[in-house]
């Protein structure tokens, strides 16, 4: 597997070539937002949670940008990401979602539609990308595009 974090800023990432497998990370701005106007299938945000973008609201925004676009992976990066991602994914399946965690504490919070298929949610961790069970590290960076691929076991 190997995705590519496109890193740009709000007015270049308008003009920025995508492809499927593109990871867009908008630093000034939320790649979110691009995306869903650029229209690219097969592609997905970079995000940044935190105390004034909690999780919650990331996973709705990316609900939403899933039934606009065919959105295959997002990375969240943030205080205490692995947390985070995994509060993302799970108000990402549509039922009822009861955790406590350092970053969330949800009853019965549910986050409808959720997305029309499932989405790969990578957390930032330390240079690394990791969802759990998989972990990707970058390969050198070029003209602003950054592979990330499996790494060995």
């Known amino acids: 597997?190997?995705?590519?974090?496109?890193?740009?800023?709000?007015?270049?990432a308008v003009r920025v070539d995508l492809e499927p497998g593109c990871l867009l990370d908008v630093p000034d701005g939320v790649a979110?937002?691009?995306?869903?106007?650029?229209?690219?299938d097969g592609t997905g945000p970079w995000l940044r949670v935190g105390p004034h973008y909690p999780a919650a609201l990331a996973a709705r925004d990316l609900a939403a940008l899933a039934w606009i676009i065919d959105v295959t992976d997002a990375v969240v990066e943030g205080p205490d990401a692995l947390d985070q991602a995994h509060v993302v994914r799970a108000l990402l399946s549509g039922d009822p979602v009861s955790?406590?965690?350092?970053?969330?504490?949800?009853?019965?919070?549910?986050?409808?539609?959720?997305?029309?298929?499932?989405i790969t949610v990578w957390?930032?961790?330390?240079?690394?990308?990791?969802?759990?069970?998989?972990?990707?590290?970058?390969?050198?960076?070029?003209?602003?595009?950054?592979?990330?691929?499996?790494?060995?076991?």
């Open 1 to 12: 597997m190997e995705l590519v974090g496109v890193r740009a800023t709000r007015h270049e």
């Open 123 to 153: 957390a930032w961790v330390a240079g690394e990308l990791r969802d759990g069970e998989r972990t990707l590290r970058p390969g050198p960076t070029r003209r602003g595009r950054t592979p990330w691929g499996e790494a060995p076991r």
């Open 32 to 40: 979110a937002l691009v995306l869903a106007a650029r229209g690219v």
């Open 99 to 118: 955790l406590e965690s350092p970053v969330a504490t949800l009853v019965e919070a549910y986050n409808r539609p959720a997305p029309p298929h499932a």
